[in-house]
Nanobody
Framework: QVQLVESGGGLVQAGGSLRLSCAAS????????MGWYRQAPGEMRELVAA???????DYADSVKGRFTISRDDTKNTGSLQMNSLNPEDTAVYYC??????????????????WGQGTQVTVSS
């Protein structure tokens, strides 16, 4: 069974920084893509940043230059460093991973997993 667990959310003042972490556990063959999404009340969930297994990254225009995504494949973890936060960054942040897992019956299979979300609140 694969699990994704986020940590690092909290309350910060505008201009501050937070670092979110995502830990993946289970029978993971590889993490193909790891990403962070966020969803604010009344808004659709949007991609914040993503990173592939070869290190290619993609960022939402609203966070470019402020957020940095990284991954540590030796630990099956990922991080999102968030700097210069503003109130518009307030949302629940979700870790997402496209994984290749080892299934006893089906063998290797690519599956998309989500963490439970962590609240980030930026006060003005």
């Amino acid at each position: 069974q694969v699990q994704l667990v986020e940590s690092g959310g909290g309350l910060v003042q505008a201009g501050g920084s937070l670092r979110l972490s995502c830990a993946a556990s289970g029978s993971i063959f590889s993490i193909n893509v790891m990403g962070w999404y966020r969803q604010a009340p009344g808004e659709m969930r949007e991609l914040v940043a993503a990173i592939t297994s070869v290190g290619s990254t993609d960022y939402a225009d609203s966070v470019k230059g402020r957020f940095t995504i990284s991954r540590d494949d030796t630990k099956n973890t990922g991080s999102l460093q968030m700097n210069s936060l503003n109130p518009e960054d307030t949302a629940v942040y979700y870790c997402n991973a496209d994984l290749s897992i080892q299934d006893a019956v089906r063998g290797l299979r690519d599956i998309d997993y989500w963490g439970q979300g962590t609240q980030v609140t930026v006060s003005s």
